[in-house]
């Protein structure tokens, strides 16, 4: 059975820093592309962070650059989501996605709070 779980979340104050973890399972998961989004209370899902399989390149949404950092230990099939400096516009539902060709599955979200 595939399963992506995300932890992690929780609430933070202005310029705390919070580490996401999305462990995977049931697929092979050094294939797959992976990505970081997430979608705030009336908004679009938003795209944060992608990292590749095979080349490990890594793309950043302007909103995060410099602040998220996205990494992945395929020995533990896990992938990660350093958020530093944390705002208060960070506050969203957090997931992880991964992608090979057609297939694509999602985490259920975890929730991240960060207060003024």
């Known amino acids: 059975e595939v399963n992506l779980a995300e932890s992690g979340g929780g609430l933070q104050q202005t310029g705390g820093s919070l580490r996401l973890s999305c462990a995977a399972s049931?697929?092979?998961?050094?294939?797959?592309?992976i990505g970081w989004f997430r979608q705030a209370p009336g908004k679009e899902r938003e795209g944060l962070s992608f990292m590749g399989s095979s080349d490990g390149g890594i793309a950043y949404a302007n909103s995060v650059k410099g602040r998220f950092t996205i990494s992945r230990d395929n020995a533990k099939n896990t992938v990660y989501l350093q958020m530093n400096s944390l705002k208060p516009e960070d506050t969203a539902v957090y997931y992880c996605s991964a992608r090979w060709g057609s297939f694509e599955y999602w985490g259920q979200g975890t929730q991240v709070t960060v207060s003024s």
């Open positions: 049931g697929f092979t998961f050094d294939d797959y592309a």
